[in-house]
């Protein structure tokens, strides 16, 4: 009489793999997208003295040790263990830009900016915050992951930004 083991334990004797494929495609074409782990931010201020404002760049979050803010004219590490304090919260303010240059109806619409503000202690123990507008694509990922990397809870300005971070 012949036992057969169960199924997990045969072994794979060439089957198909039908998840291979999709997984590698979507591997190598994500890159063209713009997805690579990071997230469009803008640097607004801080206490780091020399730290121009309104400095574009990366939020990379991918890295297990480091969070990470890089733009061309400079890059910043803080480790995760020394952010001590996440803030989000939101600006909500009227087109008249728009309005003046394309149509009043732009005054009834309203632009919503996102904002993280990140402290944490530096290496000889002082206090430093870094203030990110975040753009509005990446906002809850960065939220989740800032959680998930730092052990500690966002907080939230008022309710508006508690619930307005899905889809603004």
């Known amino acids: 009489m012949h036992i057969s083991p169960p199924y997990s334990a045969r072994p794979r ?15 190598a074409v994500a890159p063209l997208f713009g997805w690579d782990g990071g997230a469009k931010a803008t640097y607004v201020g801080g206490s780091i003295p ?12 991918t890295n297990t040790l480091l969070c ?7 890059e910043v ?5 020394k952010i001590n304090m996440l803030e989000y919260g939101q600006k909500v ?8 240059v394309v149509s009043p109806l732009f005054l009834m619409t309203k632009s919503r900016k996102h904002f993280l503000t990140v402290s944490y202690l530096d290496e000889k123990d002082r206090q430093q915050a870094l203030v990110f507008e975040i753009h ?32 603004q």
């Open 13 to 27: 004797e060439g089957r198909p793999r039908p998840w291979l494929f999709p997984l590698l495609f979507l591997l």
């Open 50 to 61: 020399g730290l121009p404002d309104s400095v574009k760049g990366k939020l990379d979050l």
């Open 68 to 74: 990470r803010f890089d733009a061309k004219e400079i």
């Open 77 to 81: 590490n803080v480790p995760w263990e």
């Open 93 to 100: 303010g009227r087109r008249i830009g728009l309005a003046i």
């Open 136 to 167: 509005k694509d990446h906002v809850r990922s960065v939220l989740v992951t800032m959680e998930a990397r730092t052990g500690l809870r966002v907080e939230f300005q008022d309710n508006e930004a508690r619930f307005g971070g899905e889809s």
